[in-house]
């Protein structure tokens, strides 16, 4: 059997592998490292995907989240609200321009912002709400939008893992992940659902104006050449990425197809097992399984890590450690914040093996493995 990865990007390259080398061949003997022409193809391709008006490609993900809280121009100490079951660059980039991050409790089925928590959560200082779209699945973003517009927030998506999502509103129209907020952001790091080889990102908009401020400010301020009206920053994605990344986008819908296949396996095989929750799919949002994530009930999670590593399955834990937790938030008061569902998840849940080269043999070791386990749990 060929070994299990979390995510097999080299069995994905080879399938892709002539297209790639010539892509990033034509970029060598081109030159144009920097803003060469395929920066400016793949982002018009990518606006056309997502069906939105701007695409500002940046240099990765945690980029694009700051660009985007600069280009509003949120000022020290304007409170920020995001879930604290995230990653940690959501938070931590707010916490790194001065602002405030109001954690909130997540939603116990989509693991994404409980809406219905933000509005105890608003105060006079707060200006944006960050919604995380977690493992691949949509916020439900209708009554945060109009909750955020009774309020006069901002809204900036952060899209890194739900990229080709699809949410559907009320009066059945669709759109897609990152762009129902006033902002989206997104990360192209390898392992993301659509993926470059190196780092890389972008941000979306719909807002003209919003689109020239967040240029403006991912390229040093810059208003005119050499003419610096406001303090930005350098984050550019690479021509190379972008090459590699025009490969990838026509397969994107492609790849999602094959995780969500993964998925239906998973889903399948524990349907009924008392110890998992299996991922929950909301009927207004499609789910990309980024992650593939069950929630363990009356189960010791170390030991079925530890287990399925001697079967040779990987498994990992998003996130051991909820954002309020953090070292890096002690100081700042993180763990006084009151969020049961986020820290019962965090002591939960874990992520199989999802990827769009899996085969039927390493699925059905992977099913095996942690069915025996749970199945017959070790004294
Ligand atoms: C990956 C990720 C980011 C950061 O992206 P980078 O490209 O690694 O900077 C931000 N938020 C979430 C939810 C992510 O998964």
């Known amino acids: 059997m060929v070994p299990i990865q979390m995510v097999d990007l080299k069995r994905q390259y080879n399938k892709i592998k002539p297209q790639v080398d010539a892509a990033i061949q034509e970029v060598l003997e081109s030159s144009a490292f920097i803003n060469g022409g395929a920066v400016q193809k793949f982002s018009a391709e990518l606006q056309q995907y997502l069906d939105i008006k701007h695409v500002i490609p940046c240099a990765n993900g945690t980029d694009a989240l700051q660009i985007a809280m600069m280009a509003l121009g949120l000022q020290p100490g304007d409170e920020v609200i995001t879930p604290s079951f995230t990653f940690i660059a959501t938070a931590e980039v707010i916490a790194m321009l001065q602002l405030k991050p109001v954690f909130v409790d997540v939603d116990p089925q989509t693991y994404c912002l409980d809406v219905a928590a933000i509005e105890k959560a608003i105060t006079p200082k707060t200006k944006a709400i960050v919604p995380v779209h977690l493992y691949g699945h949509v916020t439900d973003m209708e009554p945060l939008m109009a909750l955020a517009a009774r309020h006069n927030l901002y809204v900036i998506e952060d899209n890194a893992q739900a990229i080709g999502a699809d949410y559907t509103f009320a009066d059945g129209t669709t759109k897609k992940a990152g762009t129902i907020g006033h902002i989206g952001c997104t990360s192209f790091f390898p392992s993301k659902n659509l993926g470059c080889y190196g780092d ?180």
């Open 200 to 379: 890389g990102g972008a941000i979306f908009t719909n807002d003209d104006a919003l689109a020239a401020q967040l240029r403006m400010v991912a390229n040093h301020g810059q208003s005119a050449r050499y003419y610096h009206d406001v303090v930005g920053c350098n984050s550019r994605l690479d021509t190379i990425q972008a090459a590699v990344l025009r490969i990838k986008l026509p397969l994107l819908d492609e790849y999602i197809k094959a995780r969500r296949a993964v998925a239906d396996a998973y889903d399948a095989a524990f349907a009924g097992m008392p110890q998992i929750t299996t991922p929950f799919r909301a009927a207004n949002s499609t789910h990309v399984f980024h992650q593939y994530t069950l929630q363990l009930h009356d189960a010791d999670r170390n030991k079925l890590q530890q287990y399925l590593q001697e079967k040779n399955v990987p498994a990992m834990i998003y996130y051991p450690v909820p954002a309020h937790r953090q070292k890096m938030f002690a100081d700042f008061g993180g763990a006084a914040f009151d969020l049961p569902v986020t820290d019962n998840l965090t002591t939960r849940v874990i992520s199989l093996p999802i990827h769009t080269e899996m085969d039927n043999d390493q699925l059905d070791h992977i099913i095996q493995s942690v069915k025996s386990f749970l199945n017959n749990p070790p004294a």
